[in-house]
């Protein structure tokens, strides 16, 4: 009998494969071959997963709960037809802040607390990955309280732990990319941030005040969200790979294998 670090509760085994994060995210990050290249910043290795991004981490009740809110961020944020997806408004604009032109789509009618627990599924998922390999991407307090916000449907908090998205433009050449949870600092707070399907998901987890561009712009829980609209290039992402050995080695990975 084991002890699941999500909800507590002994079970017999816990999953086998637990998504790190939803497979609609990385469906069309697939080679000829069926296969993921994997890259790694901080240690800058490179190798093929066969089958996407799985750990054995939470109990099968998390698994499936964790689904259903992974199964909402699809709709709304990926599949178009769906009716879900439109009932969502999504309104383009351009906003003058302090001088910089800032592309955004604002959205209303998110269904807040299915959204938030996508976000937090990802981030609380990778950590307890991270976690079994003595590793994080947040302290145990943090850990804590975010997973009772998680496992909670009365506590509605879009303040302590903010979520920033923002969106690729349509041609980015970079949508057929995935970045798993890591953890970063933007003005001097802890961030984690992934990206997939062409979305880039920040959540600040820190005790201070947030920059009053999160306060702006992330998710509000009567269900209003601006989504800046950034090419991957001009996101800090995409400057840490090009400052890191990364794409040299790309080169190389990729010559070897004759692609
Ligand atoms: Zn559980």
């Not at 302290?139 to 998680?150: A, D, G, L, T, V």
């Not at 933007?186 to 984690?192: A, D, L, Y």
């Not at 990206?195 to 509000?220: I, M, Q, R």
Request: hydrophobic share 35%.
């Amino acid at each position: 009998m084991v002890e699941c670090p999500l909800c507590n509760n002994i079970v017999k085994n816990l999953h086998k494969k637990s998504h790190l994060i939803p497979e609609w995210m990385y469906e069309k990050c697939y080679y000829n071959s069926h296969k993921l290249l994997s890259a790694n910043l901080k240690s800058g290795y490179i190798r093929e997963i066969q089958k996407g991004f799985y750990d054995q981490i939470i109990c099968p009740g998390c698994e499936s709960e964790s689904q259903i809110y992974d199964r909402y961020a699809s709709l709304i944020l990926y599949q178009k037809k769906s009716s879900v997806y439109k009932k969502i408004k999504r309104k383009t604009n351009k906003k003058n802040m302090n001088g910089i032109i800032l592309n955004y789509s604002f959205w209303e009618n998110i269904d807040f607390l299915k959204f938030q627990k996508f976000v937090f599924a990802c981030v609380l998922r990778m950590h307890l990955s991270e976690r079994k390999r003595k590793k994080s991407l947040f302290s145990e307090k943090h850990f804590k309280i975010m997973r009772k916000i998680y496992k909670s449907d009365t506590i509605i908090d879009d303040e302590i732990y903010p979520i920033i998205v923002k969106k690729s433009p349509d041609d980015d050449e970079y949508l057929n990319r995935v970045v798993l949870p890591y953890q970063r600092k933007i003005r001097g707070h802890n961030v984690i941030e992934f990206y997939g399907a062409g979305y880039t998901f920040w959540v600040f987890v820190s005790n201070h005040k947030k920059p009053d561009f999160v306060e702006l712009l992330c998710l509000k829980k009567k269900g209003d969200l601006y989504l800046s609209i950034n090419y991957f290039e001009d996101t800090g992402t995409f400057k840490a790979l090009l400052n890191s050995n990364f794409k040299k080695d790309f080169k190389k990975y990729r010559d070897k294998k004759g692609r």
